[in-house]
């Protein structure tokens, strides 16, 4: 498939878009390069290789749940202007 000003034009109204004319020629080249690149891709012979749904063999491994008990929540509350108790103390803003 060639992109020529046609098709910009075409792709252009059907995305809704506007191209400045000083970005055209540089986005028919920015085209013309992606659809080079997927017809190599569709050159390729894949029917000899096998479906991968994952990398891990066996499936994904299961990690152990534990407690952190992290002290998080107290640590961001000592940096804020204002809190009570485990909560922030902000301005009134409904009367």
């Known amino acids: 498939m060639q992109i020529d000003e046609k098709l ?38 894949l029917n000899s290789s096998q479906i991968t749904v994952n990398t891990i063999e066996g499936g994904t491994p299961f990690r152990e749940d534990k407690v952190n008990m992290s002290n998080i929540a107290h640590e961001i509350l000592n940096h804020s202007p204002k809190s009570s108790e485990q909560f922030f103390i902000v301005p009134k803003i409904i009367e």
Do not use: H, P, Q
Request: hydrophobic share 40%; no cysteine.
């Open 8 to 45: 910009l034009s075409k792709l252009e109204k059907l995305g809704t878009l506007k191209i400045a004319e000083e970005k055209r020629d540089e986005m028919i080249k920015e085209l013309s390069e992606i659809v080079n690149f997927v017809d190599k891709l569709n050159e390729l012979d």
